[in-house]
């Protein structure tokens, strides 16, 4: 077994050495969402590749870079790209950014994805606030032996953990009631995550409609598990980039999915701005 915190501890070291900024809100991009982090103001980007430890991606639209730097004044972590489960990564791997951006100083994380839409009512291209999620991938993100040295906050650390308010109540309650502000409706909605890299079958999304989920994605539920591991608070969002298998008579294509991510990327970019400086007041 590895020792996640030792190496966690030298991946924080060398961003730190390359960043003077110590951030205090980490941001997640997922697919098709990452030119978010031209956002990031005196911006130092760091390539995965270069920090010790780092996993790399392998899949298209992930492009891999750190970004530390100011938004609206407050210092940021942004990650273009993530690495997930199914590419072939142990569990430490798909948490190991997350873990480090806690070291170095994150204590609310914005988590993004692209999802496909289970719940009709959403459409195409719709950002949803997640409200809580169901894993369905066989596997936990907190699996092997305890770490109580990454507790971000006292009391956090502990072998069980609880995971009643997991996407977190304020936080989720202020971005909709931003969108409301800029005049469009942010729904909410339960994440189902699946290992993947298949896309679901119509029954499978039948079966998981029955159990009370809205979206479905592969990524997301394991860097909240270790961020409620750790203490920080959590944002999900996610992008509807497709309606999930047997909603609508058509094959899913992960072109797709890359392409309505850049075509909310402004409403997107318009949301997460206007709602960093007050999750930073929060
Ligand atoms: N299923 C799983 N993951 C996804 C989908 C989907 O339909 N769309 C984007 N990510």
């Known amino acids: 077994m590895t020792d996640q915190y030792a190496q966690a501890t030298a991946a924080a070291e060398y961003i730190r050495s390359r960043a003077a900024l110590a951030p205090t809100l980490g941001i997640i991009l997922g697919s098709g969402l990452g030119n978010f982090a031209s956002m990031v103001e005196q911006a130092t980007t760091i390539s995965y590749a270069d920090i010790p430890h780092f996993p790399q991606s392998?899949?298209?639209?992930?492009?891999?870079?750190?970004?530390?730097?100011?938004?609206?004044?407050?210092?940021?972590?942004?990650?273009?790209?993530?690495?997930?489960?199914?590419?072939?990564?142990?569990?430490?791997?798909?948490?190991?950014?997350?873990?480090?951006?806690?070291?170095?100083?994150?204590?609310r994380l914005i988590v993004t994805n692209a999802a496909g839409g289970i719940n009709p009512r959403y459409g195409q291209?719709?950002?949803?606030?997640?409200?809580?999620?169901i894993n369905l991938t066989g596997t936990n993100a907190a699996l092997g032996l305890n770490e109580p040295r990454f507790a971000a906050i006292p009391g956090a650390g502990q072998r069980f953990f609880d995971m009643s308010a997991a996407y977190s109540p304020t936080l989720r309650k202020l971005a909709i009631t931003e969108a409301a502000r800029q005049g469009w409706m942010l729904n909410e909605g339960v994440y189902i995550a699946v290992l993947g890299p298949s896309y679901e079958t119509p029954a499978e999304i039948r079966a998981f409609r029955t159990l009370g989920a809205d979206l479905v994605g592969m990524s997301t539920v394991h860097e909240v598990i270790v961020a409620r591991h750790m203490g920080l608070e959590v944002l999900g969002l996610s992008v509807v980039t497709n309606m999930a298998a047997g909603v609508l008579d058509e094959p899913i294509h992960h072109?797709?999915?890359?392409?309505?991510?850049?075509?909310?990327?402004?409403?997107?970019?318009?949301?997460?701005?206007?709602?960093?400086?007050?999750?930073?007041?929060?």
């Not at 210092?75 to 950014?97: D, K, L, N």
């Not at 797709?256 to 930073?280: C, K, N, S, Y």
């Open 125 to 133: 291209g719709a950002i949803v606030a997640i409200s809580d999620h």
């Open 255 to 282: 072109e797709e999915v890359m392409e309505i991510g850049r075509r909310i990327e402004g409403q997107f970019t318009r949301l997460l701005a206007a709602i960093i400086p007050q999750i930073a007041a929060a």
């Open 58 to 107: 392998t899949v298209q639209g992930h492009s891999g870079k750190l970004v530390l730097g100011t938004i609206a004044g407050i210092g940021v972590a942004v990650m273009q790209g993530r690495v997930h489960a199914y590419e072939g990564y142990s569990m430490e791997q798909v948490t190991f950014p997350t873990r480090v951006l806690s070291l170095l100083g994150v204590r």
